[in-house]
């Protein structure tokens, strides 16, 4: 079997070296091009199966032939594209995806973190990887999780069942931090701040699936993520931009159906206009709640806020964590005070819940078979039991 080819486009005489050492001990075949133009025609007439495309080089940048590139690829043939930049700031790194990088990275930079990018753009399926018109259709599903209140896990159910759907179910799945301010996805999947995030999603106007895949983390899951804000100064420009133009929060919600059989979003308590549309594009309403008084107190608020809304009662339903842990209040109790039936129950393991999420490793990932995980890959089955036998809604 043929080695695999690596075109290198850099005109840093020691980065040509660097990368051809490392690569060759890596078993892979390597070509050099030392402008963006002669990595132009090299991308053409040496077919290799992946790039490294440095960004600032005479005669044409990393940018330009980048798009030469991509313009010339025939019949669904993309090979894979990594962009070397000496930038860390959050726009330089989008600017090479916009341009049809697949990802980037910093010089100077580990060949370990290096080797593990193009290996994990390699595995993906590279060069043979479908024009975006040819894939399978998805489900298309978007669902929010909203807490009754703070603290009852909603987070933690989240990303765990965005995991249980990923990597138990094999649904194409992703996961979207919608706490603007202080999202916690990053934090508890150990994810750094130099990433993009749904500041960069809102804010690009030529926005489409194939950038949106980019600007979304892979996690190890099988997750993909759309971060939360770096920042809560930049939680600012995702609502402004909502408030001047919803239509960029359903141009980015639709194209996410289009991608991803689950699309699911991690809420904050407030209902505001950002909150009120992310409601109104949602299939379902998952409120998470806990069985105690104050908890139930908000859950009724929120039934009515829900109902006042015109919301159908079947797309609000009602998730009861912790839900064998002892308050005095059992689940017959909570129904009866909340006029209706808890939709589905999620179990009390608080110490492995909090242990893994200050980890980094969320339960579903580091403790599989634990109590806690059964529950929610049982949740993440009875909803895709429930969505997959559902005619998929015609959508712009």
Do not use: W
Not at 80 to 90: D, F, G, N, Q, Y
Not at 134 to 142: D, K, M, S, V, Y
Not at 321 to 337: D, Q
């Amino acid at each position: 079997m043929a080695a695999t080819k690596v075109l290198v486009v850099d005109d840093d005489l020691n980065i040509q070296r660097v990368l051809v050492f490392t690569l060759k001990q890596e078993g892979y075949e390597v070509v050099i091009a030392s402008d963006g133009a002669a990595g132009v025609e090299m991308a053409a007439s040496e077919a290799p199966d992946l790039i490294l495309m440095d960004v600032a080089m005479p005669k044409l940048d990393g940018y330009a032939a980048t798009q030469q590139i991509r313009g010339a690829e025939q019949g669904g043939h993309r090979v894979p594209i990594i962009m070397l930049t000496a930038e860390a700031e959050v726009e330089e790194r989008v600017k090479g995806l916009r341009a049809g990088a697949d990802d980037d990275i910093v010089k100077p930079f580990h060949p370990l973190e290096l080797m593990a990018k193009i290996k994990a753009l390699l595995s993906r399926g590279g060069p043979s990887r479908p024009a975006t018109g040819g894939e399978q259709p998805t489900l298309g599903r978007l669902a929010v999780f909203y807490g009754a209140k703070g603290g009852v896990g909603t987070t933690t159910i989240a990303i765990n069942t965005a995991i249980g759907l990923a990597r138990e179910i094999g649904r194409k799945t992703a996961l979207i931090d919608a706490n603007l301010q202080f999202g916690d996805l990053r934090v508890f999947m150990d994810l750094a701040l130099d990433t993009a995030s749904i500041v960069n999603a809102v804010s690009e106007p030529d926005l489409d699936v194939d950038l949106l895949r980019k600007l979304m983390v892979h996690h190890h899951s099988g997750v993909d993520l759309l971060l939360a804000p770096p920042s809560p100064e930049a939680a600012d420009l995702v609502v402004e931009r909502q408030r001047s133009d919803p239509d960029s929060l359903s141009k980015l919600l639709g194209l996410a159906r289009r991608a991803y059989d689950y699309t699911l979003i991690d809420m904050v308590k407030t209902i505001d206009d950002f909150n009120l549309q992310l409601f109104d594009e949602a299939d379902v309403i998952f409120v998470v709640m806990t069985a105690d008084l104050s908890c139930l107190k908000n859950v009724r608020l929120v039934l009515e806020t829900m109902g006042s809304l015109g919301y159908e009662r079947s797309k609000v339903q009602l998730v009861l964590n912790r839900s064998n842990a002892y308050t005095g209040i059992n689940v017959n109790n909570a129904e009866s005070a909340l006029g209706r039936q808890i939709d589905y129950q999620i179990i009390n393991e608080y110490r492995g819940a909090i242990s893994a999420l200050n980890s980094g490793e969320p339960i579903m990932s580091s403790r599989p078979d634990a109590p806690l995980a059964r529950s929610i890959i049982d949740f993440a089955r009875a909803m895709d039991a429930e969505f997959a036998a559902e005619p998929v809604a015609a959508r712009t």
